[in-house]
């Protein structure tokens, strides 16, 4: 069975079961600032939602119309600068703007900058497409240093949300209340991209990612349909730079440079690109590997290429793909069969992954580590990186780990060919 | 690992949210929020070295502040983004810490002194102070000051003050080229060389002022071939990294033979890539004197830190000056927790610098007046090189706690 | 359903006209002044050697390249400089020799999707597709004409050959254009296979002008009111089945050696 | 009019060290269809081996061996990644090419470190070869212009004279007819890809001592070898070279003349206004053509994908 199945997308009405996951979802927005309530924690929470609406935006062109962007964070920080602008005007000049309104000003913005681009750019996908986006991206990066009146320099622009009128007495002078503000229009824009998917333009862009020719010949015009989703993508990526601009009060040249524009296509392709939910899963762990990992090794970037070389060649559907590819064994009720071979393949290669990272640490640290200080700590052990005790260590795990992991790795294969097989053989 | 990047709590324990406030004689933290991973992790963590061995050596050596709270030095990777130094300020201050230390990129530093403003506006029971050790935006002082900001560098209008009369003592220039990075410091920069020149010697000709973007350019050749073909004498330049380098090794290649001034050419490796071809050529206005050492007390320090870091190099002197001065104020204020005294004390505070000179604190903007010196690149007289390369900078002219009456536009709002 | 066979009397407009159409690939003439006129309601198969250019003709007719010189016309109008879409839009719909269908998405997807540009949906952003229960019940129409309703759900990639071929052709009619052109629907088929397509194709064209392009005889002869025969680019014979297969010129250039080795 | 000819020879070393990137970058997006973003990585690696190799045999051994190692390391990539990751189609190849850009970086920190290296140019080669009206021209300059004009006359005679060659480019215009030929077309393709990357892997040795060898080498020139070859028509090797120098002397030239932005607005009939401060243009006015002169490829890149999608020389879009 390839995971190609999982590409089909079944015409449903609304139904419980297709309400159900915003639900939980929603649920799950609400109750988890009470779980962790720290201002940091909510400011981590905030930066995942917003990176969240962010990679969803991505994935209307990456993932549902094909389209290979390397400059999409310059329609986040346009509908952000233009955000913080509006921030500032409400200060200014006492506008009757509640907050919670803005992002839509930044996603209006961040759709006329698409619009602008789009009409030129959709016009070829592929390659021709890419280098659009990438000479647009660097081109809007530079002037975004040059034309200071608009983009503020190397400083920003920056603003005070607590100007605005107070909605229901609330003035957002703490994070908690900014956070039940980008978890509404989280839940709202998530919606809407869903809902957009299901409509003709969004079946449309689907039918251009597979085959743009033949949906030439059904009537439609494969360049107004990648236009019309890259305008979209192009609203959702301004609000989440307006959502941007609440939460940060600042919006300076690093939201719409290339950097950026290229961890929202690393993100979404680890959190996997041929479903709606990749994206949201993508932002998650990516928000929590750079806080977690950044705080504990100096080369967590390395880690992060590493992971995301590993991915496109191994798992080119991200990790919604892997987590899909179980749904046939548990619709066939043999996903138990999987346990067993996934212990005893996985654990070894955990360990042997473990290994391997020891040894890059120790690798790093005998490099680059001040003359003398000899002494580092890995995994909860102190010891002396300069002798060779803990490194031929690490490289013996690693190489354990690994043949383990090889050998029982048949095994595995066998077990999933039969969790992927009806009862009664090959259907 | 280094000790050095045991960075506080991991954010896994942010989020598992269980977070004190600070207790009463803990050690007083203070989170260094520079780069420490990206491409300018080499000055990020360099800083850091320096602001871990002052801690120790000024004062945690000698008991520590107050009833004998030490100070530690709480290190957060901001990667030189705006973004991240605002996530990083946050769990600093869920971590109960109240002194900010931050450098690299006044892009950063204006992030980090408005929203610790917002902040400490917001909430009034939990106050932090930001001591900015290197972002050298004169606004930081002028139209965007606030009471929790000081600034223990000079900024860039001061550095200039203190070139130029240097250059206007100097009768062999007479035409003098401006180039640098396209953004709002490279523009200070040469707007401040223009009318302070235009000022203190009007018959120097600007033979040439020019901006270049910014980590853009692979070659610098023909930037360098219009400083020759100009005929300037000196050329002035606020560049840094790699456009630092680039552009000093094309102007002296192509046969340019007078003196570079610049703001950041050392350190880094970027002395050591300099190396023979910088000698005599380029110069550094820069606080703090390192070649010949100003006082025993400096050598001692100096050599204590070489024996800790062997390949550090200490190229900014004033983080010693500014743990110094912080302890100072928090014993002359009594408490390391009531930021407000802490920062009374700070304001106007003189202090005697190992590194030569006093620093004086003016209250009006909370900006440092001290002793501004131009170095020059060398080999020669050196006692403390940077990069191990033999080279090091080297005491040219001192211009004594330049700009002291300058004028500022900081409207300074007290709590 | 004969009524149209002798369309060179007819004083309808055709619902293909083609004059004179010529195209080169560089110093290549592929295509050397075809000359067509296909009337409403009629059944046109063109035959002809492989290489002859049958392709091209449908590729030029539907505006996948551009003719050199010539024009087409669709029910009296010219198509000249039109895109794909837009002569799809007039009322014309194509299928593939290579099976060209959208393959990461299923079955019914497929369908649907060929429905939306006639159902009048157009780029809207403001229905769901899903909610339109016409739309729903006309691509499940289309499924159980072409018999793939039991493969609803599977994405077409995964479909054995002939179900593809089905769905090409399916997609192809879907959209009610009545100007349909095949272009070899039983290529590479079973003799059951082929049996049944014919049937489908009989079926789902009803009322309709079909063109098709064919290797099968037996389709050819079964299904066309009228052949053309095109031979390096140019059009030796057109008539009715027993006009073209009297044709001295056809025996000689093609359908003698074919209908040879037939039997 | 001196200082025209002084600049015309700083935009050729340019336009030529370009070209050697975009020449092997070219090779590899004609035969494989994919554009290699870690191409400039591989410039990079270059430079780093044979200033690691230059601090013990010299950087004469490492001129000739850096160029090998990094063709190797090529070539494995080619037959270990990019072969596998080609099944899932063109766009996950680019972001595979994309994601390993990014490692390579992140190794190059790793074992290098993030400072800037002191590889110098070598000591033979340090003297002024000629100078025109008081402007030295470097005789490495001189020696780099040898370099890049003698791999692209071997590149030449490879791709006209010899068997390879026309294989290569049989495989250009008919990518599948030459596997129908009976060619090894994976072997070929591995092939290719390995001496586009030691082509970049020369360029990095030789640019290294002048352009500063540092992590952020590859992504200051990356996207512009991107900007070349998509200028001069994607697959087009004469377009690559035309586009090479072509950007090399724009920038050179936009560097060392200063045009103003306001005397061209002034020219197509714009007026200046009085009160700058408050207009939201104010600083397109005052642009000059140095300021903007690395970016300019970038304007060119995207008008020219606007009104020619297949660039300057192409025939296919991609």
């Known amino acids: 069975m390839t995971d190609t199945t999982l590409h089909s997308s079944q015409p449903r009405l609304i139904t419980l079961g297709g309400a159900l996951p915003w639900l939980i979802g929603s649920l799950f927005l609400l109750v988890m600032p009470q779980v962790f309530t720290s201002n940091s924690a909510i400011t981590i929470m905030n930066q995942m939602a917003i990176t969240i609406v962010f990679a969803l935006s991505y994935n209307m062109l990456l993932g549902q119309g094909g389209m290979l962007s390397f400059g999409h964070a310059v329609y986040m920080g346009m509908g952000g600068f233009m955000c913080v602008h509006f921030m500032n005007y409400i200060e200014d000049y006492s506008l009757p703007i509640p907050l919670p309104v803005l992002p839509i000003f930044g996603g209006l913005f961040g759709m006329g900058v698409a619009m602008i681009i789009g009409s030129f750019s959709t016009r070829k996908a592929g390659t021709i497409f890419a280098m659009i986006s990438l000479g647009v991206g660097e081109l809007i990066a530079a002037c975004s240093v040059i034309i200071v009146a608009f983009f503020g320099g190397e400083e920003g622009v920056s603003g005070d949300r607590t100007m605005g009128p107070p909605v229901f007495g609330i003035e957002f002078l703490h994070q908690i209340e900014v956070y039940y503000l980008t978890a509404f229009w989280l839940v709202l824009s998530a919606l809407l991209m869903y809902l957009f998917s299901r409509t003709p333009v969004g079946r449309m862009a689907n039918a251009v990612r597979d085959n743009p020719e033949r949906a030439e010949f059904l009537g439609y015009s494969s360049r107004w349909v990648r236009f019309f989703s890259f305008v979209a993508a192009g609203f959702f990526a301004g609000i989440a730079g307006g959502l941007f601009a609440i939460n940060y009060e600042i919006v300076t040249e690093e939201n719409l440079n290339l950097v950026q524009s290229g961890s929202i296509l690393l993100i979404t392709f680890l959190g996997g690109v041929g479903f709606f939910f990749g994206p949201i899963l993508g932002a998650i762990v990516f928000t929590l590997l750079q806080s977690v990992l950044s705080l504990q090794t100096e080369i967590w970037q390395l880690y992060l290429g590493l992971l995301f070389v590993a991915t496109v060649m191994f798992f080119p559907g991200g990790l919604a793909g892997v987590i899909m590819m179980h749904t046939l064994p548990f619709r066939l009720g043999k996903a138990r069969l999987l346990l067993r071979p996934y212990v005893k393949t996985l654990l070894p290669a955990l360990i042997g992954l473990l290994g391997t990272a020891g040894g890059m640490e120790i690798l790093y640290h005998l490099r680059h580590a001040a003359l003398g200080e000899n002494e580092m700590s890995l995994y909860w052990i102190s010891f002396d990186s300069h002798s060779v005790l803990p490194i031929a260590i690490c490289l013996l795990t690693a190489a354990g780990g690994f043949w383990l992991a090889k050998r029982n790795a048949p095994e595995l294969a066998d077990a999933w060919h039969e969790a992927n097989t009806p009862n009664g053989g090959v259907a | 690992m280094r000790k050095s990047i045991k960075y506080g709590v991991s954010a896994a324990l942010a989020l598992s949210c269980i977070v004190s406030a600070a207790a009463a004689a803990e050690n007083v933290k203070i989170a260094f929020i520079d780069p420490l991973s990206g491409p300018f992790a080499s000055t990020g963590s360099n800083g850091l070295k320096q602001y871990e061995f002052a801690a120790d050596e000024l004062v945690n050596k000698n008991g520590g502040v107050l009833d004998g709270r030490k100070f530690e030095i709480v290190a957060f990777d901001n990667k030189v983004s705006p973004k991240e130094s605002l996530i990083q300020l946050q769990v600093a201050i869920d971590q109960g810490i109240h002194y900010v230390v931050q450098g690299n990129s006044s892009g950063v530093a204006n992030a980090l002194t408005e929203a610790i403003e917002k902040h400490n506006r917001r909430n009034p029971d939990n106050r932090v102070l930001f001591l900015n050790y290197a972002a050298v935006d004169p606004v930081l002082t002028n139209d965007k000051c606030n009471f929790w900001h000081f600034r223990l560098d000079a900024n860039s209008d001061i550095k200039m003050d203190a070139l130029t009369d240097v250059i206007a003592q100097n009768p062999d220039i007479k035409k003098v080229y401006i180039i640098g990075q396209d953004y709002g410091f490279g523009k200070a920069v040469a707007a401040a060389a223009v009318s302070m020149l235009g000022e203190k010697r009007p018959d120097i000709e600007i033979v040439g002022n020019e901006l270049h973007p910014i980590g853009k350019v692979k070659d610098f050749t023909p930037y360098a071939r219009k400083v020759v073909s100009s005929g300037a004498d000196a050329v002035i330049t606020g560049n840094w990294g790699s456009d630092m380098l680039g552009l000093g090794k094309a102007v002296i290649e192509n046969g340019f033979k007078g003196p570079i001034y610049t703001y950041y050419a050392a350190g880094s490796g970027i002395t050591a890539a300099f190396g023979e071809s910088g000698k005599g050529s380029i110069r550094l206005i820069s606080e703090g004197q390192v070649n010949p050492p100003y006082s025993d007390r400096a050598k001692e320090v100096y050599d204590g830190f070489r024996a800790r870091y062997p390949e550090g190099n200490i190229d900014m002197p004033r983080i010693f000056n500014t743990v110094d001065m912080l302890a100072n104020a928090i014993n002359e204020a009594g408490t390391a927790d009531d930021v407000v005294a802490v920062a009374h004390a700070l304001e106007g505070m003189t202090y005697e610098s190992m590194w030569g000179g006093k620093v004086y604190i003016r209250p009006e903007d909370h900006q440092a007046i001290q002793d501004i010196n131009v170095l020059v690149h060398t080999n020669e007289g050196i006692t403390y090189d940077y990069d191990n390369s033999g080279y090091g900078v080297l005491l040219e002219h001192k211009v004594e706690m330049a700009s002291a009456d300058s004028p500022t536009t900081c409207k300074m709002k007290r709590p | 359903m004969n009524a149209m066979t002798q369309s060179g009397l007819s004083t309808a407009t055709p619902a293909l006209q083609i004059e004179d159409l010529r195209k080169s690939f560089g110093k290549a003439e592929i295509m050397r002044g075809v000359n067509l006129s296909i009337g409403a309601g009629e059944r046109h198969a063109v035959i002809g050697p492989n290489g002859a250019g049958k392709s091209t003709l449908f590729n030029l007719i539907t505006g996948r390249f551009p003719p050199t010189s010539g024009t087409v016309r669709l029910h009296g109008h010219d198509l000249a400089g039109l895109a794909p879409f837009q002569i799809n839009r007039m009322g014309l719909s194509r299928s593939f020799q290579i099976t060209n269908i959208f393959p990461k998405m299923s079955v019914f997807e497929n369908v649907r999707c060929s429905l939306l540009w006639a159902q009048g949906y157009r780029y809207s952003f403001w229905n769901m597709v899903n909610r339109s229960r016409a739309l729903t019940h006309a691509a499940e129409e289309i499924l159980e004409q072409i018999n793939l309703t039991n493969r609803r759900d599977l994405p077409a990639g995964v479909l054995s050959y002939a179900e593809q071929r089905a769905l090409e052709i399916g997609i192809t009619i879907a959209g009610g254009a009545n100007v349909i052109m095949l272009d070899e629907p039983t290529a590479g088929m079973s003799h059951s296979e082929t049996d049944y397509i014919m049937d489908l194709i009989r079926r789902v064209t009803e009322n309709k002008t079909l063109v098709m392009v064919e290797h099968d005889m037996g389709v050819v002869f079964g299904l066309a009111d009228r052949i053309s025969v095109l031979v390096y680019g140019e059009i030796i014979a057109t008539g009715t089945p027993e006009e073209v297969r009297a044709n001295p010129k056809v025996q000689e250039a093609y359908l003698g050696a074919v209908l040879e080795a037939d039997h | ?318």
């Open chain 4, 1 to 318: 009019m001196e200082l025209i000819l002084v600049n015309l020879i700083d935009g050729l070393v340019t336009g030529l060290l370009l070209f050697m990137l975009s020449a092997g970058l070219t090779l590899i997006f004609s035969m494989m269809g994919v554009l290699n973003f870690a191409h400039a990585s591989f410039y990079m690696l270059g430079a780093y081996f044979a200033y690691q190799i230059s601090l013990f045999l010299g950087f004469w051994m490492g001129l000739l061996i850096a160029p090998v190692i990094v063709g190797l390391l090529g070539a494995l990539v080619e037959r270990y990644g990019l072969r596998r990751v080609h099944q899932y189609g063109h766009v996950p190849e680019l972001i595979f090419t994309f994601g390993l850009a990014l490692l390579i970086e992140e190794l190059v920190q790793f074992i290098w470190g993030k400072d800037q290296m002191p590889y110098t140019v070598p000591e033979i080669l340090q003297f002024s070869a000629f100078s025109i009206a008081g402007n030295a021209i470097p005789a490495y300059k001189v020696f780099m212009i040898f370099i890049s004009v003698g791999i692209f006359i071997g590149l030449l005679f490879v791709l006209t004279r010899t068997r390879v060659g026309m294989v290569i480019q049989a495989a250009l215009s008919y990518p599948r007819t030459v596997e129908a030929l009976g060619h090894n077309v994976p072997l070929v393709f591995m092939g290719v890809f390995g001496v586009g990357t030691a082509l970049a892997g020369v360029a990095g040795v030789i640019a290294g001592p002048v352009l500063s060898t540092f992590p952020g080498m590859a992504v200051v020139l990356g996207s512009i070898v991107f900007v070349t070859i998509v200028i001069g028509g994607l697959g087009s090797l004469s377009g690559a070279l035309v586009a090479s120098l072509l950007i090399g002397w724009i920038t050179t030239f936009a560097k060392a003349y200063t045009l103003r932005m306001e005397d061209f607005l002034s020219w197509i009939g714009f007026h200046k206004p009085v009160d700058m401060s408050e207009s939201l243009l104010r600083d397109v006015w005052t642009l000059t053509s140095p300021q903007v002169a690395d970016i300019l490829p970038y304007l060119l890149m995207v008008l020219i994908l606007v009104f020619r999608p297949y660039g300057l020389f192409g025939k296919r879009d991609a």
